[in-house]
């Protein structure tokens, strides 16, 4: 891990100059509120009862498609930190009212559905999206409207990029760092384990290609050779088969082949490279949009009864927030599990647009745009605990919020650094992280 460290503080710097020129269960909130049903034909949406005066934020996150197995987790992050607040007074003197859209993982449910969210809804703030393709579509109806985007999940550097360009007017933040640290850390995995060649399988949207971008520069940068560089395999989002992307991304006698994509679909293509025998003496590399402890039994066994992607290693954004600890015990004791990945990120967007209301003292994307990098960031008094901070904020003090996914220090183009563990596939194809990495 050391050795991992020193090469993120040494080649950091040199990484983002060169790259960032260049472009991852429908949860009903719970205790006093009453949720209701509306049809809607974005997406399916779930309404807490509103307050008139109070602030309304909403959440727009995958509980259906390629990326529900995780994003079911996370939109159930969302309630639970908006009855917290609520149990503690609520923002501005009124409770927080919460409206859920699922995405469906689709960049036009997406769309259709931040657009209700703004125009119909009338939110102030959202959590959201996933996927970085549904957030690209999103954030310039949010932009548009001053409604404040904050994703938990969305990590494509394409963000970042326009960012800097004054593209979401400081509408938009996210509290997963962008995968040009992750790219990065992969990268310096696959040189530490002595990997000299590698090729690429990415799923053809903002995640898969600017992941893939970043990971080639950072990987030649360390000597490696990244096979089919001239000849990248990009497969549909919508895709059903991967007999020839499968083939492709295994061809040129690769050391391990790194599959940047989703749950559903990477395991079809794992599973069809198994099946045409190509997946024998290749290590398998995986990102943040395929962890999930159903992975492995999507992709199947082999003849001999063991997990065809057992041994597989990958990267994830990891937490190591000072609220981490209360957040863990408190999700353990209503979900009965530990939290998945991402949960603390859409805990902590969902308190940003809280906390940032309150010290604005106005329920408005714009207030909460004048003051996200203010209760992020401080300077202040540190709170990890969002009721304490609402509480200094309601007395005139200034805060900086220390979340449970990290310090969720948010720079000017809306980007956290953040942290990565690195994991991989147990023989009884449960994921198991094994190590923890940082690019500061």
Not at 121 to 134: H, L
Not at 344 to 365: F, I
Request: net charge positive; glycine share 10%.
């Amino acid at each position: 891990m050391q050795r991992i460290r020193t090469a993120f503080a040494l080649t950091l710097a040199t990484l983002v100059t060169g790259f960032l020129t260049a472009a991852c269960e429908k949860s009903n909130p719970t205790g006093t509120a009453t949720p209701e049903s509306q049809a809607s034909s974005a997406a399916d949406t779930t309404t807490t009862t509103s307050s008139a005066k109070g602030l309304k934020i909403g959440s727009l996150l995958p509980t259906t498609g390629d990326l529900a197995s995780i994003g079911q987790q996370m939109a159930g992050a969302v309630p639970l930190l908006v009855d917290t607040v609520n149990a503690c007074g609520g923002v501005n003197g009124a409770p927080v009212t919460l409206v859920a859209v699922d995405d469906q993982t689709d960049p036009k449910a997406g769309a259709a559905g931040m657009s209700k969210l703004a125009t119909l809804d009338k939110v102030s703030g959202v959590v959201g999206s996933f996927a970085s393709s549904v957030s690209t579509a999103a954030v310039s109806i949010a932009a548009q409207n001053k409604v404040v985007l904050i994703s938990p999940g969305s990590t494509s550097p394409v963000f970042t990029e326009k960012a800097k360009k004054g593209d979401y007017k400081g509408f938009w933040a996210r509290t997963a760092p962008p995968d040009i640290y992750q790219a990065l850390a992969l990268a310096q995995l696959a040189n530490k384990k002595g990997f000299k060649r590698v090729s690429t399988v990415v799923i053809n949207n903002d995640y898969g290609v600017g992941f893939e971008k970043a990971f080639v520069q950072a990987f030649e940068k360390l000597g490696g050779t990244v096979v089919n560089k001239n000849n990248p395999v990009r497969y549909d989002p919508k895709a059903t088969t991967f007999e020839t992307e499968a083939a492709a991304a295994f061809a040129g006698k690769p050391n391990a082949v790194l599959v940047v994509a989703y749950e559903e679909t990477a395991s079809l293509l794992l599973k069809s490279a198994y099946q045409q025998g190509l997946t024998q003496g290749v290590q398998i590399m995986l990102t943040d949009g395929e962890k999930s402890d159903t992975f492995a039994e999507k992709v199947g066994k082999t003849s001999d009864g063991k997990y065809i992607v057992a041994g597989a290693i990958g990267t994830v954004p990891g937490s190591n927030g000072k609220g981490l600890a209360a957040f863990s015990k408190l999700w353990q004791s209503k979900k009965g599990a530990p939290p998945a990945p991402y949960t603390p990120h859409a805990w902590d967007a969902a308190a940003l647009l809280a906390l940032s209301a309150q010290a604005a003292k106005q329920n408005t994307g714009v207030g909460i745009a004048s003051k996200i990098r203010e209760v992020a960031n401080g300077p202040g008094t540190e709170v990890s605990d969002v009721c304490e901070g609402l509480k200094l904020l309601k007395e005139g003090k200034k805060i900086n919020y220390q979340g449970a996914s990290g310090n969720v220090d948010i720079d000017q183009n809306g980007d956290v650094v953040g942290v990565y563990d690195v994991w991989t596939i147990a023989e009884d194809g449960k994921t198991k992280t094994i190590d923890q990495v940082s690019p500061k």
